[in-house]
């Protein structure tokens, strides 16, 4: 099973996650499937408590794509499971690097362009480690 971040967005700190939602799904680009199938939406979205919202899941029901949120007050951080724990570790890989922890940039296209360096390291870091394993289990 795949799991990939295909998109990310940046906003103002006091406006909501569930509001941006809907951008969101529609800023995703139909995704490559087995060879000789047309490209297709993806059909699960994973994403934290922020969204949680009853409009969310509607929006998502209406494009027929399967959530995976998060519920306030039912599922505690603690016991995360084995979805929830990739939005998770993906949030955490990405708060290592210190710039973006907090933000110290005051142009959003800085913040833009440290974030993706970010994520091409990440990326890079899980080539290196899967051809490691790949070649230690040839041999």
Known sequence: MRHLVLLYSISAADRNDHLELEALVDAVAPVKGPAGWPRRPPRTLHADK???????????????????????????????????????????????????????????????????LACAVICYRRAVKLDLMIHTNLK
């Not at 990739?86 to 907090?102: D, I």
């Open 50 to 116: 922020g969204y949680d919202h009853p409009a969310c899941r509607k929006l998502l029901r209406k494009r027929d794509v399967l959530t995976r949120i998060a519920r306030r007050g039912i599922e505690s951080a603690t016991r995360l499971g084995r979805h929830r724990y990739v939005v998770e570790c993906t949030l955490e890989w990405v708060s290592r690097f210190r710039r973006l922890a907090r933000r110290y940039e005051r142009k959003a296209a800085h913040f833009t362009a440290f974030l993706r």
